[in-house]
């Protein structure tokens, strides 16, 4: 993108540029298949499937031998303590300054002397998260692939940020005043608005954001610049699988205010220009969920890049980890939270069905599934309890409910069963729906319940709560 040198501080308006994303890349894995998600889903955790394995959650599971084991709750095995698994302060203040600033851009264009680099406030988008409209007409397999980028996108981001997405499709009613609203549209290149895309016809995605100018109150820089609105455009005909789910989130995240870097100098970010050549089923690299969190849950809106190591003060490169494992037929159950500079993320992982649940000829009537809960608090407490899924295979409804919840204190491993004291009123209860393998919550106490079976003929479940107050994963076996 280019950015207006009003947006410099030099006070001059030029017209905002689009940012293309080009594509040569002919090897884009297909995605497997999972429930479509609609519009209605986009509140859940992620959902990714991982060849043999299926993985519920932000994509921060420990290595299995990480941690040291805690505690045996039941049939889980439990494990907690800290793993150096984060990009860290000097990396990301890297990235950032690297994002914010112009190399030589002026040069030519604003008759700027040679190797001048020009120094921006970190852009974002205004101080509420937006929401999502695909336009009117698109495809349901292209709703999904919205759907997950989103869901990729909010994994990463504070429960006080969580982009919106509209239940119904763009009308001239609902996106006729833009503002606050980001539109999805599927379009081959040709359709795009005039001017936008290279003649050759190989871009295959481009953000437009809407800014707004927010005055300062310093004479060196009266005005910052900030996004209050955008379109995407994507020509789905031109890329596919993970790639297309990368390029949907890049051009999202462009309207969240991140700009392209260096590839070289970063490869493992989808902010460069092209597309990044890593390709993960999880969307978003580190790097780029850190900075999301970074922009929306540490940094003050305006801020200079002089100011981001002060800011960012005390930036963990380390998470506090709880981790529990269950043992099922021809597999393992693992589930938990990591804990890093203030962001909670739940996870579960297990081994994929071999059909859908309502498939399975030998599962009939209501079926169950019990196990156990483990989780952490914004406070790093590790909060434990009962889990138990119950389907009725006639109507694919059943609930959720976790039990006996009892907490440790801040950063202490969890004990033995009992010897916590009670979390809340111990106990939470959610109505739950099954999407294929998966089932999401459809009501019961405040928080969001995403899940899905595991083992070749649904051994096991597990999946992830969330609220402001405990992310914790849950696992366990019929
Ligand atoms: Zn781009």
Redesign the pocket.
């Known amino acids: 993108m280019k950015l207006p040198l009003a947006y410099l501080g030099l006070g001059v308006a030029l017209t905002l540029g689009a ?3 080009r594509s040569d890349d002919a090897r884009s894995p297909e995605v497997p298949a999972l429930p479509l998600q609609t519009p209605l889903q986009a509140g859940q955790a992620p959902i990714v499937a991982l060849g043999n394995t299926i993985h519920v959650g932000a994509d921060v599971a420990p290595q299995a031998d990480a941690l040291p084991q805690a505690a045996l709750h039941g049939d889980a095995r439990v494990f907690h303590g800290s793993v150096q698994d984060g990009v860290g302060a000097a990396e990301l203040i890297a990235y950032l300054e690297a994002d914010s600033t112009l190399p030589q851009s002026g040069e030519e264009e604003y008759g700027m002397p040679p190797d001048t680099i020009i120094e921006a406030p970190l852009l974002r988008f205004r101080a509420d998260p937006p929401t999502v409209y695909v336009a009117d007409g698109t495809p349901p397999a292209l709703v999904d692939e919205t759907v997950r980028a989103v869901q990729a996108i909010n994994a990463a981001l504070p429960q006080d940020w969580q982009l919106g997405f509209s239940h119904d499709p763009a009308t001239a009613d609902n996106i006729g005043s833009p503002e606050g609203k980001i539109l999805v549209r599927f379009a081959l290149q040709i359709e795009w608005p005039r001017g936008i895309g290279s003649p050759t016809g190989k871009d295959v995605g481009v ?1 437009l954001p809407t800014y707004r100018a927010v005055p300062t109150g310093d004479p060196e820089a009266p005005v910052r610049f900030e996004i209050v609105a955008g379109r995407v455009f994507v020509d789905h005909t031109q890329t596919k699988g993970l790639e297309r789910l990368g390029v949907i989130a ?2 999202l995240i ?1 309207l969240l205010g991140r700009n ?1 870097v260096d590839a070289a100098r970063f490869p493992e970010t989808i902010m460069v ?1 092209g597309g990044s050549e890593e390709l993960t089923e999880h969307i978003l690299h580190l790097l780029d969920r850190e900075a999301l969190l970074t922009v929306y849950g540490r940094l003050e809106p305006g801020t200079v890049p002089g100011d981001f190591a002060t800011e960012l003060g005390g930036w963990a490169d380390t998470s506090l980890h709880v981790r529990g494992a269950i043992d099922i037929e021809d597999g393992e159950i693992s589930f938990g939270a990591a804990l890093r500079n203030g962001l909670s993320q739940p996870w579960a992982t297990g081994p994929s069905p071999d059909t859908a649940l309502e498939d399975n000829n030998a599962l009939s009537g209501s079926v169950s599934w019990s196990g156990r809960l483990l989780g952490l608090t914004p406070g790093a407490e590790t909060v434990g309890g009962a889990a138990a899924l119950s389907v009725d295979l006639a109507t694919l409804a059943g609930t959720a409910d976790f039990t006996a919840l009892e907490q440790w204190a801040a950063d202490a491993a969890p004990g033995a069963l009992g010897t916590g004291t009670m979390w809340h009123d111990g106990d939470l209860s959610y109505g739950i729906e099954v999407r294929g393998n998966t089932f999401v919550q459809t009501g019961g106490d405040a928080g969001t319940v995403t899940g899905a079976f595991f083992g070749p003929a649904h051994e096991g479940m597990g999946g992830v709560l969330e609220r402001d107050d405990l992310s914790a994963g849950f696992g366990g076996k019929r």
Do not use: L, T, V
């Open positions: 940012c293309i994303h953000a890049h051009e462009h392209h220009d």
